[in-house]
C-alpha cells in the first residue's frame, strides 16, 4: 500500500497556511509527526508526503467526527488518538516521548461550524451545544443558562473581549431571556441589546467565542500544553502553533519570547521573530484571515 494518504473527499476542511507551515516544520524522510489538532488532516498529509513514515505519526483530535475522517491515516500506520491535545501531551511527556515535528492548529473545524447540529455557529440555527468532545457533559446552553448574571457578565469581559457595560447588558438580557436553548435565540438576543445597525461584524460574535473558549476551556488546555512542549521535541525537533485569536496568540507569543529571553537557560530558539499573518500571506482559504502562526526548535 502506498505511504501517501488519499486526498480529502469534498476538501471538507481546508488547511490554513499550508506552504508556510510546511516551510517551518522542514520535515525530512522519516522523520515523527505530532498533529496535536489534526482535524481532517490537510497539514498532516502535507507532511506525511515528505516524511514517508506514517507510521511514526501521532494524530490527536477530540472531535469524534475528525477521528473518524483521520481512518486513512490509521489505515497507513499512523496512530490515531481521540483525546484532548492537554491530556495526551502531558502523557506523552511522561511516558518520555520524543517528536521531530509538532503542529497545533487551534480553533474549530470548517465542518464544525459548518453543521447546525453542532452549536458553533451563530448563522445556522441549532442547539446550543459547541462542544468538540462530544463525550464531555457541558455544553454551552449549561454555561448560559447555569452561570450567574456577574459570572457570565465576567467571562463575556475576559474571553469575548467586550467592554465592560456592554458585557453586563448582554449578561442582563440573557438572565431575563432563558432558558436559552438554541444559537439563534442567544444571537437575538445579544442583538437585541445592540443599539443601531452593525456593520461587518455580528454583535454576538464575541458572546460566541467567549462561550465557546468556555465550553471547551480553550485557554486552560494551551496553557497546559505549552508547559510539556519543550520535552516533547527531539533536540533540532520544529514546533509550529497557529491561533486565530487575540487571547491565543497572546499566550503563545508571551511563551515564545520567554523562551527568547532565557539566554542559556532557553530550550527553544524562534524561527519566527514575528508571527506570519494569515491576511498577509494566504488568500487561498477566508479562515487564515484571523490566523498566527509562530515557530520554534528545539536547541
Ligand atoms: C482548525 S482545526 C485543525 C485542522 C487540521 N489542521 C487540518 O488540516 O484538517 C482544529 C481541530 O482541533 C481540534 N481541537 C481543538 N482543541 C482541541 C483540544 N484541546 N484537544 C484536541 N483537539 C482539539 C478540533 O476538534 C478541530 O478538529
Same mark, same amino acid.
Given at each position: 500500500m502506498s505511504k501517501n494518504i488519499p486526498p480529502q473527499q469534498l476538501h471538507i476542511h481546508i488547511p490554513v497556511l499550508l506552504k508556510q507551515v510546511v516551510e517551518q516544520l522542514a520535515p525530512r524522510p522519516g522523520e515523527s509527526y505530532l498533529d496535536l489538532t489534526a482535524g481532517y488532516g490537510g497539514h498532516a498529509r502535507a507532511i506525511l508526503a515528505h516524511t514517508q513514515a506514517p507510521e511514526r505519526a501521532v494524530l490527536v483530535d477530540r472531535d469524534q467526527m475528525a477521528v473518524d475522517a483521520l481512518k486513512p491515516f490509521a489505515e497507513r500506520g499512523a496512530s490515531v488518538i481521540h483525546d484532548s491535545y492537554a491530556e495526551y501531551a502531558q502523557e506523552a511527556s511522561e511516558a518520555g516521548k520524543r517528536f521531530d515535528m509538532i503542529l497545533v492548529d487551534l480553533g474549530v473545524s470548517s465542518p464544525q461550524l459548518d453543521k447546525a447540529i453542532r452549536g458553533f455557529s451563530l448563522q445556522r440555527d441549532g442547539p446550543l451545544d459547541m462542544r468538540m468532545d462530544q463525550r464531555q457533559q457541558r455544553s454551552a446552553a449549561d454555561i448560559v443558562n447555569r452561570t450567574s448574571k456577574t459570572e457570565l457578565a465576567e467571562l463575556l469581559e475576559l474571553y469575548g473581549e467586550e467592554p465592560k457595560k456592554q458585557a453586563l447588558r448582554i449578561a442582563t438580557a440573557i438572565i431575563r431571556a432563558r432558558p436559552v436553548t438554541t444559537t439563534e435565540q442567544l444571537a437575538n438576543v445579544i442583538l437585541s441589546t445592540h443599539r443601531g445597525a452593525y456593520q461587518k461584524t455580528h454583535p454576538a460574535t464575541r458572546t460566541f467565542q467567549a462561550i465557546r473558549i468556555v465550553t471547551n476551556d480553550e485557554l486552560g488546555q494551551l496553557e497546559k500544553l505549552l508547559e510539556v512542549v519543550p520535552e516533547l521535541l527531539t533536540p533540532g525537533g520544529r514546533i509550529a502553533i497557529i491561533s486565530f485569536h487575540s487571547l491565543e496568540d497572546r499566550r503563545v507569543k508571551r511563551f515564545f519570547a520567554e523562551q527568547a529571553n532565557a539566554g542559556y537557560e532557553a530550550s527553544l530558539s524562534l524561527l519566527t521573530k514575528k508571527a506570519i499573518r494569515g491576511k498577509l500571506v *494566504? *488568500?487561498?482559504?477566508? /479562515?487564515? /484571515?484571523s490566523a498566527s502562526l509562530r515557530a520554534a526548535v528545539k536547541k
Open positions: *494566504d *488568500d487561498s482559504n477566508p /479562515r487564515a /484571515r
